[in-house]
């Protein structure tokens, strides 16, 4: 168990819908990533904040957001979904303040668009 | 720019059997980490270790050892006797030192054990 829970494990949709996707990171971690694995563009970094605040966006489509509260738990918003957007979603959380920090994976959100 | 590639798609292999799984990464950082990542049926990826590029050392942890070579850009992953448990998809990551912004997996290696 890596300590980073992610809700719900299963979400089916259908497309043209919105869903939100949510994680809490470990105890004390203050950065959490958002990455998409497909079938077809394996593991995929989208988001990463730290603290609050946006640090790094990777290849996030306009139709996702996401934010981090003060409280450090994340949620990433998918919206106008299309069948592609199927994927298994993937929270991890770490202490930036370490170098060369190690990232611990939640158990992932499986997100089915029909 | 930043790649990691894992040339080996799948393998198989039967229990109790050697295997090792390729990793070659492209960085022009001098300071940074490799990681090696599982991935079981189930799903969720399971960290396995993380190395610095100033540790040339090799690392054994049970049945698992790692190999790093700056001078081929290799971390080479050997698991011994293998068992089935040990079937997943195994990722190989690089990542830099400070100021994270990107985290590079390779595309993964889906290793099968046989009984």
């Known amino acids: 168990d890596s300590g980073v829970t992610q809700t719900p494990k299963h979400l089916i949709t259908a497309t043209g819908q919105r869903v939100t996707l949510r994680c809490s990171p470990r105890?004390?971690?203050?950065?959490v990533y958002w990455y998409q694995q497909s079938l077809d563009q394996g593991l995929q970094f989208l988001i990463q904040?730290?603290?609050?605040?946006?640090?790094a966006k990777g290849n996030i489509l306009e139709r996702f957001s996401a934010q981090q509260f003060p409280d450090l738990h994340s949620e990433l918003n998918l919206s106008s979904l299309e069948l592609g957007d199927s994927a298994l979603y993937f929270c991890?959380?770490?202490?930036?303040?370490?170098?060369?920090?190690?990232?611990?994976f939640g158990p992932g959100t499986r997100l089915l668009v029909l | 720019a930043q790649k990691v590639t894992q040339a080996q798609t799948e393998i198989s292999v039967v229990e109790k059997e050697d295997v090792t799984l390729d990793c070659v990464y492209e960085?022009?950082?001098?300071?940074?980490?490799l990681f090696w990542y599982k991935q079981p049926p189930s799903g969720e990826l399971v960290f396995l270790i993380r190395?610095?590029?100033?540790?040339?050392q090799n690392e054994i942890s049970g049945r698992y050892s790692w190999n790093f070579q700056k001078s081929t850009s290799s971390f080479n992953f050997t698991i011994t006797a293998s068992q089935v448990v040990d079937s997943a998809v195994y990722f190989c990551?690089?990542?830099?030192?400070?100021?994270?912004?990107?985290?590079?997996f390779g595309s993964g290696t889906k290793l099968n054990v046989k009984p």
């Open positions: 190395r610095n590029s100033f540790d040339e």
């Open positions: 105890s004390g971690d203050l950065s």
């Open positions: 960085t022009r950082d001098t300071t940074y980490y």
């Open positions: 904040y730290y603290n609050g605040e946006e640090r």
């Open positions: 990551a690089l990542g830099p030192e400070y100021n994270f912004n990107k985290f590079y």
């Open positions: 991890a959380s770490s202490d930036q303040a370490l170098r060369g920090e190690t990232q611990y």
